[in-house]
T-cell receptor
């Protein structure tokens, strides 16, 4: 089966950097997704990592280490609009298993 | 741009009623999913479908059924609604299990 762990909540200051960690245990690895979800809205896709290393997309980067069962999402130059929940998810057959989400609060 | 449309944003029903939640996607995706999301419990998969008339149980199928008669439409049915089914329901679709899922805006369902 799948088991995914991520911190429940993090707080950071506008302009700073925040790193959201995700550890997973899965039988058969097929990549890892990150989603962003603002309060009351649907999740939206941020990134998909299948190979080890860092992938950068503007202010957001995602890192994967398959040997360690570990990923992180790095948010740089934080803006108030980045206040949201961030979900990591791993494929399992035809479905995705989601972590509980990390709620990030950006303060002025 | 992928569009996943859920029939209602907010819905209020009574205990014992049969409730239908509808979801339509416009990208010819094979896979469609129904989740519920509750505070502290995250996203939990109820049912999914990987083809017309095909369905598979997710993690919490009890009290729910689904219907996929056409590729673009996936319906979630609460056979006899109960108060513990008050939740946010999210529909999603994807073209392949390794492609991102695209979510609808969600239906906030209250069972009184």
């Amino acid at each position: 089966g799948q088991n995914i762990d991520q911190p429940t909540e993090m707080t950071a200051t506008e302009g700073a950097i925040v790193q959201i960690n995700c550890t997973y245990q899965t039988s058969g690895f097929n990549g890892l997704f990150w989603y962003q979800q603002h309060a009351g809205e649907a999740p939206t896709f941020l990134s998909y990592n299948v190979l080890d290393g860092l992938e950068e997309k503007g202010r957001f980067s995602s890192f994967l280490s398959r040997s360690k069962g570990y990923s992180y999402l790095l948010l740089k130059e934080l803006q108030m609009k980045d206040s949201a929940s961030y979900l990591c998810a791993v494929p399992a057959g035809n479905k995705l298993t989601f972590g509980g989400g990390t709620r990030v609060l950006v303060k002025p | 741009d992928v569009k996943v449309t859920q029939s209602s944003r907010y819905l209020v029903k009574r205990t014992g009623e049969k409730v239908f939640l509808e979801c339509v996607q416009d990208m010819d995706h094979e896979n469609m999913f129904w989740y519920r999301q509750d505070p502290g419990l995250g996203l939990r998969l109820i049912y999914f479908s990987y083809d017309v008339k095909m369905k598979e149980k997710g993690d919490i199928p009890e009290g729910y059924s689904v219907s996929r008669e056409k590729k673009e439409r996936f319906s979630l049915i609460l056979e006899s609604a109960s108060t513990n089914q008050t939740s946010m329901y999210l529909c999603a679709s994807s073209g392949d299990r390794l492609q991102p899922q695209h979510f609808g805006d969600g239906t906030r369902l209250s069972i009184l």
